[in-house]
């Protein structure tokens, strides 16, 4: 049963554009919530974060927006670049005494030039 | 510091052999943890580490599986005997005690078994 879904395996968005990528979750214990990035033959990078008691954190160009009673959340890139061209994974973590992150399946995003 | 290092970046190996996959935490980190991902699954967490001590394991597919952490600085991931879809691609990771402290991760060891 996975707990963390992204039902979105690849997106394509023309340069300039702006990108959504989805996130569904299960787990109403989940209280924090992550997005990663990953570029072939690397390991993920951290990208941006969410608490939930918030429900929008901006860094730049990057915005996730948080939607609890969806158990959902969100992560916008305005505006996209082709270097943005990686898969993305949202993961989410209960906080407390348990550190192990859950990661959805991922999604590949193409930003076409 | 490095950043988290394993070795070896790639491993093919025959079926029925044994795999061993290693990592270097960054220092100072007290949690480390082991990942696989597979276009099916995503990224799966194996089996993580706190201060050495294995916490939660029950990621691990199965008895061939086994994982160590024999001091914070070495960790290894060993696969006895390998088969053929046990190929993927194997993370760690580490991160620290404070709040919310977000994972780093490490290349990554593409393992193939033919």
């Known amino acids: 049963d996975q707990q963390v879904k992204q039902n979105s395996p690849s997106l394509s968005v023309q340069e300039g554009r702006i990108s959504i990528l989805n996130c569904d979750y299960t787990?109403?214990?989940?209280?924090?919530f992550l997005w990663y990035k990953k570029y072939p033959a690397e390991g993920p990078t951290f990208l941006i974060s969410?608490?939930?008691?918030?429900d929008k954190n901006e860094d730049g160009r990057f915005t996730v927006f948080l939607n609890k009673s969806a158990k959902h959340l969100s992560l916008h890139i305005v505006p996209s670049q082709p270097g943005d061209s990686a898969v993305y994974f949202c993961?989410?973590?209960?906080?407390?005494?348990?550190?192990?992150?859950?990661f959805g399946s991922g999604t590949q995003l193409t930003v076409l030039p | 510091d490095a950043g988290v290092i394993q070795s070896p970046r790639h491993e093919v190996t025959e079926m029925g052999q044994e795999v061993t996959l290693r990592c270097k935490p960054i220092?100072?980190?007290?949690?480390l943890f082991w990942y696989r991902q597979t276009m099916m699954r995503g990224l799966e967490l194996l089996i993580y580490?706190?201060?050495?001590?294995?916490?939660?394991d029950s990621g691990m597919p199965e008895d061939r599986f086994s994982a160590k952490m024999p001091n914070a600085s070495f960790s290894t991931l060993k696969i006895q005997p390998s088969e053929p879809r046990d190929s993927a691609v194997y993370f760690c990771a580490s991160c620290g005690t404070g709040y919310l402290t977000e994972a780093f991760f490490g290349q990554g060891t593409r393992l193939t078994v033919v």
């Open positions: 787990n109403s214990m989940f209280d924090y």
């Open positions: 580490f706190n201060n050495n001590v294995p916490i939660d």
């Open positions: 220092s100072g980190h007290d949690y």
């Open positions: 969410i608490s939930s008691i918030k």
């Open positions: 993961a989410a973590l209960r906080s407390g005494s348990a550190r192990q992150l859950t």
